[in-house]
């Protein structure tokens, strides 16, 4: 079955790479800013419209706060692009958030941030995708009418690409990312020149509809509460920006300064375009509403059902391009498709960081290993099934999904700062260089400011998002936090109980005697080769044994077991309800409460056949005394195979497999020998 999955499995994800090729993999900064920074370059396709889509509470004169909300956004993401720089100097490993908070504030605190961070990366994927989906669909009908079903497909597709691997996934990224990034620039700096230099006017196609305010004449501490309310909204503008501390060992050395040259490069790039977008639809009059359907009015009358609200970014494109131009059309796609490839930051950070608490004792050890293609494979496909379970359970709205957003974000951010600040304290106590010290103190300057601001924001996120759905992600992350202690707990339980001691004790030292046991229904060849495995096995005592379900059966075997002459004695082991696997376990027991210092070996003849079919007919006694003899302590259960003809023909089936060529693998060439096996070889 293995050979039959992996011709599908070749062509999918291509062929398996060798350890030694890992190097290979890392990334250059150009490719390395689509794959860890495409979540917060896109994420400005989405930020400032949910920023207008709070303020439409109050009406359109509530639009004049976004140019202070905006700024408010842009100080905070130069702070934590700031705060990150020091972490990736500092905790190059590749642990991020969950490594400084773990060093600096204790395992709980680490399995907080870490509990936060996987809550996040899945939401990342539900988010960017369903976004995508939604942009997709003002220009594609189908899209919107089965958005669940294409934005699950979306995640599948994602999912195998980046089982290629990060190199390849990345090359695959890069172009949408910075064609996005591109148009995004084009289009601020064609607006400029149209408003400010041609004195044109610009008008968005939503620019005569006038807002129903659901609570016009706001304010005071009202007025104050929806403006935090838009300012956590536009906070979205930061998610993934934790992946790059996460995934310095994916960049070319040196690792820590490309890290933060992308971090840089990152920060620069997402806040021009958020601040464009914003300054841009406020030029353009863009309207947007949380209801849309009554709340959006032309003439006084709402629009109705059958209305479509398209994004920010797209209608700022159709004011300033103009609606079917080329460059609209260009970045209509490039939107869509750099949204969709956003989940691409969680798509290498959650893995990342899975395989860290795997091998902290957090997480299943699978997650751990890499795969063929030298990616964490168990990662990725754990990772698509919760966000494609989740875009199944919220429609692929997200409206919706964004509610639950953020809240993760600010955890991870505020504990990782705050760690940072007691390791800049700690390390400030040892050290005596003065330039040293220099740099320490402004470092711990910006990671408490960091930690100061982040706090501020996450106390607003949960004041204002916890009844419209934080509390989805609160609930995500102390499951995931009680799981993975209970994980540890068990990894740790199960150390300390295989643990040698520094005495031996019963369970190590050799045993007394060994008692052999070989089960037998007949005569034939596979029962007699177990009978001469075991006589090899020169234990102490050897026998025979045999369940009498049917009095005739058990007559013929003790005939034909004198007439052959068989020198181990035959036991048969009475069983008045017929049942095989009970008197055979009791029989073991017996032999245990009579020596308990003595093991007992028991040989089971098993067929080995070809076909998966085969297996229902044969065997399933034997597995189940097997599942049996596993909980009997002092048993050693050894299988003795004989191999009928269809295991021979499975075998050439497998030879002619292994033997089979991919369309184009001759084209391709012979794979070169690695320079270590050319060496050996000539040795």
């Not at 989740?390 to 990782?416: E, K, N």
Request: aromatic letters at 8%.
């Amino acid at each position: 079955m293995s050979k039959l999955t992996d011709v599908p499995k070749r062509i999918l994800i291509g062929r398996a790479l060798r350890s030694d090729r890992l190097g290979e993999t890392l990334l250059p900064k150009r490719i390395a800013l689509p794959v860890f920074a495409s979540d917060p370059l896109s994420s400005v396709a989405y930020a400032p419209g949910e920023v207008l889509l709070v303020l439409s509470v109050a009406g359109v004169s509530a639009y004049s706060f976004s140019p202070w909300i905006a700024v408010a956004v842009v100080v905070l993401m130069f702070t934590v692009v700031a705060s990150y720089r020091q972490n990736v100097h500092a905790y190059p490993s590749g642990g991020g958030d969950y490594e400084v908070a773990t060093t600096n504030l204790g395992p709980r605190a680490g399995l907080t941030v870490a509990s936060a961070l996987l809550v996040d990366y899945v939401l990342t994927v539900a988010v960017s995708i369903a976004s995508g989906i939604e942009n997709l669909g003002s220009a594609i009908p189908f899209v919107v009418e089965h958005k669940t079903l294409c934005a699950i497909a979306v995640i599948v597709l994602l999912t195998l690409m980046n089982l290629r691997g990060v190199k390849e996934s990345g090359k695959l990224f890069a172009i949408p990312t910075y064609v996005f990034v591109a148009g995004v620039f084009i289009m601020i700096a064609w607006g400029v020149i149209r408003a400010v230099g041609m004195g044109d006017t610009m008008k968005a196609p939503t620019a005569d509809y006038t807002i129903h305010a659901e609570q016009g004449g706001l304010a005071g501490f009202a007025l104050i509460f929806l403006m935090l309310r838009a300012f956590s909204s536009g906070c979205a503008a930061l998610t993934g920006v934790e992946a790059i501390s996460n995934g310095v060992p994916a960049f070319r050395k040196p690792k820590s300064k490309n890290a933060a040259t992308t971090l840089a490069l990152m920060g620069g790039l997402a806040v021009t375009m958020f601040c464009g977008i914003i300054a841009l639809a406020m030029a353009t009059n863009v309207r947007m509403a949380e209801n849309p359907a009554t709340d959006l009015l032309l003439h006084g009358k709402p629009l109705g059902s059958g209305y479509t609200q398209n994004p920010v970014i797209s209608q700022v494109a159709e004011a300033v391009f103009g609606k079917g131009s080329f460059l609209f059309v260009i970045l209509a796609a490039a939107t869509a498709l750099v949204l969709f490839l956003a989940a691409n930051t969680a798509y290498n950070g959650f893995p990342l960081l899975g395989s860290i608490l795997a091998q902290d004792r957090y997480l299943p050890r699978q997650l751990h290993t890499r795969g063929d293609r030298l990616a964490f494979s168990n990662g990725i496909v754990l990772l698509a099934g919760a966000a494609a379970v989740l875009v199944y359970l919220y429609g692929a709205d997200s409206t919706r999904l964004i509610q639950l957003y953020i809240v993760g974000v600010f955890v991870s951010f505020t504990l990782s700062q705050t760690g940072m600040v007691r390791h800049w304290n700690r390390h400030l106590l040892t050290e005596t260089d003065p330039a040293k010290r220099r740099r320490m103190h402004r470092s711990r300057a910006i990671n408490a400011f960091g930690a100061f601001f982040t706090g501020l924001v996450l106390v607003v996120v949960l004041l204002t998002k916890f009844t419209h759905g934080a509390w989805v992600a609160l609930l995500g992350m102390f499951i995931f936090f009680v799981t993975m202690s209970a994980i540890r707990r068990h990894y740790d339980r199960v150390a300390d109980e295989i643990a040698a001691e520094e005495t031996p004790d019963d369970d190590v030292v050799r045993p007394s005697r060994v008692h052999s046991l070989v089960l037998v229904s007949k005569v034939h060849k596979p029962t007699l080769r177990a009978l001469n495995y075991a006589k090899l096995m020169r234990s102490d005592s050897l026998e025979a044994v045999s369940v009498d379900v049917d009095q005739a059966d058990t007559k013929a075997l003790r005939e034909e077991w004198e007439r052959r002459g068989i020198e181990v004695p035959l036991k048969v082991l009475a069983s008045p309800y017929r049942e095989i696997t009970r008197p055979i376990i009791d029989y073991v027991k017996s032999l245990r409460r009579e020596s308990p210092r003595d093991a007992v070996s028991v040989y089971i003849p098993e067929y080995v056949v070809g076909h998966w079919y085969e297996h229902l007919l044969h065997n399933q006694s034997a597995l189940r005394l097997k599942g049996r003899l596993l909980f009997t302590p002092g048993v050693m259960v050894t299988s003795v195979p004989w191999q009928l003809d269809s295991s021979e023909a499975a075998k050439l089936r497998a030879r002619k497999r292994a033997d089979w060529n991919a369309p184009g693998a001759v084209r391709r060439g012979p794979v070169t020998q690695p320079k270590k096996d050319k060496a050996a070889t000539k040795k």
